[in-house]
C-alpha cells in the first residue's frame, strides 16, 4: 500500500521518537514508529538523574543556557542552548499534561541538583526512574493516539527517495527481509552507541545502528570524537555496570578512594559537582593510582529516609548486592553513557538529506559542545522533537551549515564476509582501551586500522543484501576513531595524551562524510 507523502517515519522509541510521533499526531499527521525491540525498550527508560528546565524560583533560562555553554568547554552552539533553555519550561508543560508524575515538595514540582549546574533544576520522577516514568507516559499516549507502530523492525538502510524524503528499507527482527517503503519523510530517533564500549550504562542495542546507516546514505555525520563518559557506574566484577546518579552528589554524596580521601578537592573547585569529563578522568587517575578497579562514592552523610526515598531504585540495586548506601560506601568507576555527536542536524533536526531528520541522542545539533551538562539529553530530545514535528507539519528547506572541517572518508564497500558476532566484543574491547577516557596517538591509529580493516570485510560488496549490526558497529566505530584522531587537542570528553590542552584552532566541530555523497569540502 501507497504511504501518504507527509505521513512521516519515525525510527526509535525513546523520549524524542515517542515525542515526534505524539506531536505529529496532534498536528494532523500519521506518523508510524519503528522501533528494534518493544515500544518501552530504549536507554530512556533506564534514565536516572532528571531532566533539566530553569523552573525554580531563583533560576532563569540564561542561567540555564550559561551553564550549558560554559559545561560544553568551548565547542557549544549557542544557537542550539539558547533554544534548549528557552524552550526547556514548555517542553516540562508538555509532558505534565500527557500526565508525567514529577515528584513534588510542598505542593511545587521538586527540583534536585546535578554537576555543572549553578542552580538546581533537575526534574525528577519516582525517585530516580525519571525515564521510566517518562517512557511510560509517552507509551501510553502513543497506544491512546491510535498511532502505527512496527515493533521489533529495525532500519537497515535508506536509499535515494524523492524530495519527500528517503527510501526506508526496514526488516523484522531477527532474520526478516527486507521491505522497502515509498519514499517519505524519515526521522532517526535511533538514540545513542554507549554499546559499542566494553563497559557502559547503555542498552545492548546502543550502538550507533542510525548513525552508520546515516553515513552511508551521504549524510554529514559530526562531533564523533565526543563520548561521555559517566564517572559513577557501580563496580563489581560479574555485576551489570547499573548507573549511580549524578544527583546522589547533588544531594552530597562525596567520591573518596580507598583511603577515604577526597579526591575531587583540590582537583576542581566545584570537587564532585565539576563537570561530568572532569570527575570520569579523575576517577580513572585515581585509579590508576590506586591497587583496585575502582573508587567509592560515599553517602553515607546523606540522611537515609532520604537517600532511600530519594533514590528507591539505586539502594534496592545495592541492597541485591549486599551494599546499604547509608553505611557502606559504594564502589564505582566511570563507564561509556552518551554519544555527543552523531547525526549533523540544523536546529529544526533537518541533517543534510533532505526529509531525512534526526532527534535525541543520534542528532548532533552542537548543542553539547564537547561536554553535555547531565540532564540536558532527555531535554533535547522533547526540544528539538517539537522543532522537527513542526517541519515536517510544514516543512521548508534548509539542513546543517557544513562543520569548520568536513573530512570525506572513502565508501565503506567491502568484501562482504559473513558477520560474527563476536566481532561486536572485539570492537567494544579496542573501544574501551584506545578510544576511552585517555587516548593515546598510536592506539588512536591501531584502533582506526583494525576497525577499518573489520569494516572492509563485513561491509557488503553490493546494495543487497544492506549492511548488518557488525557492518553498522565496525563502521560507527570507525567514525569514533576518525574524529578522535583528527581533532590534535583536549576538550571536554577528548583527551589526547599528546595534546593535553585546548587549541584555538580546534574551537570548531569535526564532520565526516562518505567520499559517494561528493558534495562536501575539506
Ligand atoms: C545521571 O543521572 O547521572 C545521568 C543523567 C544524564 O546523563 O543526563
Given at each position: 500500500m501507497k504511504e501518504p507523502k507527509r505521513h512521516p517515519l519515525v525510527v526509535g522509541s525513546g523520549i524524542a521518537g515517542l515525542y515526534v510521533a505524539l506531536r505529529c499526531r496532534e498536528m494532523g499527521l500519521r506518523p508510524t514508529i519503528v522501533t528494534q525491540g518493544r515500544l518501552e525498550e530504549s536507554n530512556t527508560r533506564y534514565a536516572q538523574g532528571g531532566i533539566a528546565a530553569a523552573i525554580g524560583p531563583d533560576d532563569a533560562p540564561a542561567r540555564h543556557y550559561a551553564d550549558t555553554v560554559r559545561a560544553g568547554d568551548g565547542l557549544v552552539n549557542r544557537a542550539a542552548a539558547r533554544l534548549l533553555a528557552d524552550d526547556a519550561p514548555a517542553r516540562i508543560a508538555a509532558l505534565v499534561r500527557y500526565g508525567v508524575p514529577f515528584d513534588t515538595a510542598e505542593g511545587h514540582i521538586a527540583l534536585g541538583r546535578e554537576a555543572a549546574h549553578s542552580r538546581a533544576r533537575i526534574l525528577h520522577a519516582g525517585g530516580d526512574a525519571t525515564g521510566l516514568s517518562i517512557e511510560e507516559t509517552l507509551k501510553r499516549r502513543v497506544l491512546e493516539g491510535g498511532i502505527d507502530i512496527e515493533e521489533r523492525t529495525s532500519l537497515r538502510a535508506l536509499r535515494p527517495g524523492s524530495p519527500d524524503g528517503p527510501v526506508a528499507v526496514v526488516a523484522r527482527s531477527p532474520g526478516g527481509h527486507p521491505v522497502t517503503h515509498e519514499p517519505r519523510p524519515i526521522v532517526l530517533a535511533t538514540g545513542g552507541a554507549g554499546n559499542l564500549y566494553r563497559q557502559s550504562t547503555n542498552r545492548p542495542f546502543a550502538m550507533g545502528e542510525g548513525i552508520a546507516i546515516a553515513f552511508r546514505a551521504g549524510a554529514i555525520v559530526a562531533d564523533m570524537e565526543f563520548v561521555q563518559f559517566h564517572p559513577t557506574a557501580f563496580y563489581r566484577?560479574?555485576?551489570?555496570?547499573f548507573l549511580i546518579t549524578e544527583a546522589i552528589r547533588g544531594e552530597g554524596a562525596r567520591l573518596v578512594n580507598e583511603a577515604g580521601e577526597r579526591f575531587m578537592v583540590g582537583t576542581h573547585p566545584d570537587a564532585e559537582l565539576a563537570p561530568r569529563d572532569v570527575v570520569a578522568r579523575a576517577v580513572d587517575r585515581e585509579i590508576a593510582r590506586s591497587d583496585r578497579p575502582h573508587v567509592y562514592l560515599d553517602?553515607?552523610?546523606?540522611p537515609r529516609d532520604r537517600l532511600f526515598a530519594r533514590f528507591p531504585s539505586i539502594c534496592r540495586f545495592l541492597l541485591l548486592y549486599g551494599l546499604d548506601p547509608s553505611r557502606d560506601r559504594i564502589p564505582i568507576a566511570p563507564v561509556a553513557h552518551y554519544m555527543i555527536g552523531g547525526i549533523a542536524t540544523d536546529l529544526d533536526g533537518r541533517t543534510s538529506i533532505p526529509g531525512l531528520y534526526a532527534a535525541g541522542e543520534v542528532a548532533a545539533t552542537g548543542v553539547h559542545g564537547a561536554n553535555r551538562l547531565g540532564s540536558n539529553s532527555l531535554l533535547e530530545g522533547l526540544v528539538f522533537g517539537e522543532k522537527v514535528a513542526v517541519q515536517l507539519r510544514n516543512p521548508r528547506a534548509g539542513g546543517p551549515s557544513p562543520p569548520g572541517r568536513t573530512v570525506e572518508l572513502p565508501t565503506p564497500t567491502g568484501s562482504g564476509s559473513p558477520e560474527d558476532p563476536a566481532t561486536i566484543e572485539v570492537i567494544q574491547s579496542r573501544l574501551w582501551d584506545d578510544v576511552g577516557i585517555v587516548r593515546a596517538p598510536d592506539g588512536l591509529r591501531a584502533a582506526l586500522a583494525a576497525f577499518e580493516t573489520l569494516d572492509r570485510e563485513v561491509e557488503?560488496?553490493?546494495?543487497?543484501?544492506p549492511p548488518g549490526a557488525v557492518a553498522n558497529a565496525a563502521l560507527t566505530a570507525t567514525l569514533i576513531a576518525r574524529s578522535a584522531l583528527e581533532r590534535t587537542e583536549s576538550r571536554g570528553a577528548h583527551f589526547r595524551t599528546d595534546w593535553p590542552r585546548r587549541r584555538k584552532i580546534w574551537e570548531r566541530h569535526v564532520g565526516l562524510r562518505s567520499r559517494k555523497a561528493g558534495r562536501g569540502r575539506r
Open positions: 566484577e560479574g555485576a551489570p555496570r553517602a553515607t552523610r546523606i557488503p560488496a553490493t546494495s543487497e543484501p
